[in-house]
């Protein structure tokens, strides 16, 4: 049986943590933007052997449970006790990992509605599963509640699926113009000093979109949070001002990547994409992707 699932790529444009002791409580509000482009998960499943094994793969090269943990743990979860058989997953990113596109939840969740799929279940108990694999190992915190609602979405209340609430703000013409320049490791900035910072600031941020909640306010919002909390500046912030020279919309840091992101109109993109490649700077563009993440049988 092979089952494929489909997780769109998230990016976070403000946001402020919130840590409880149960992971399932643990979130994060804010608010960010959900793509076409994202991660694709395969999950064969065979049964038949004398012996129960799950084994993960990146990009098409397997990878040791040190460097995929969430995974994992989200499949040996999942996978019954009394199976025998095996389980492989195959994860394949259309973004780099640790650029701030949700690949970790995308991993996680994708693997989570796979096997769920395969095994049994509802997709609020394998997404939580996901979710809290997704907190214990510093993976994220409100990628996965984000992924499954789509569009442009807003996190009002923190938590895992079933507990947070996450709305969405309506938008018409936009496409999403990423930049994607190096990583950032999620766990190490939200360990840091900024982290005071961040926790202000995103629920300022918030609360100003609620008022006047469209994706310009948003954006407005988020390059606002990344420069007031310092995580925006040097040579990036320079290349968001150069951007904003061409785009009528400001653009805003991936949360947490070394890159940028804008919500851009069709008519724009041409003078977006001249400039960046004019300085020699990767980008890509995705359209935003409203719907929740899709799972079934695949067939090839």
């Known amino acids: 049986m092979l089952i494929r699932a489909f997780i769109p790529a998230h990016i976070t444009a403000f946001f402020a943590p919130v840590r409880r002791e149960d992971p ?32 993960v793969a990146f990009n098409g090269e397997p990878v040791k449970r040190e460097d995929a943990v969430i995974s994992y743990s989200v499949a040996e979860e999942i996978v019954p006790e009394d199976f025998t058989g095996e389980v492989e997953i195959w994860q394949y990113f259309d973004f ?24 049994g279940g509802t997709w609020l108990k394998v997404a939580r599963i996901a979710h809290r694999y997704e907190v214990i190992h510093g993976g994220g915190l409100g990628d996965v509640v984000a992924q499954l609602v789509g569009g442009i979405e807003v996190r009002i209340k923190a938590g895992g699926p079933g507990i947070g609430v ?47 909640p469209s994706p310009e306010r948003m954006m407005a919002l988020a390059r606002s949070f990344a420069e007031k909390t310092g995580l925006l500046g040097g040579e990036l912030l320079e290349l968001a001002r150069e951007l904003d020279g061409v785009i009528s919309n400001p653009s805003a840091m991936i949360m947490l990547g070394r890159g940028l992101f804008a919500l851009v109109r069709e008519e724009e993109l041409g003078r977006a994409k001249n400039l960046l490649a004019d300085l020699e700077v990767p980008y890509d563009v995705a359209d935003v992707h409203m719907e929740r993440p899709s799972v079934g049988r695949w067939v090839g």
């Open 166 to 212: 996450v709305d969405n703000l309506f938008f018409e013409g936009y496409r999403v113009l990423v930049v994607p320049l190096g990583p950032l490791h999620t766990k190490e900035v939200l360990d840091g000093d900024v982290v005071k910072s961040i926790e202000v600031e995103g629920r300022k941020a918030l609360e100003s979109l609620l008022r006047e």
């Open 96 to 119: 780099p990992n640790g650029h701030g596109f949700g690949n970790s939840a995308g991993g996680a969740l994708g693997t989570a509605l796979s096997l769920g799929h395969a095994f």
């Open 24 to 55: 399932l409580m643990s979130g994060s509000i804010g608010a960010g933007v959900n793509l076409s482009k994202g991660t694709n998960v395969f999950a064969s499943v065979e049964a038949g052997a004398l012996e129960r094994h799950v084994h």
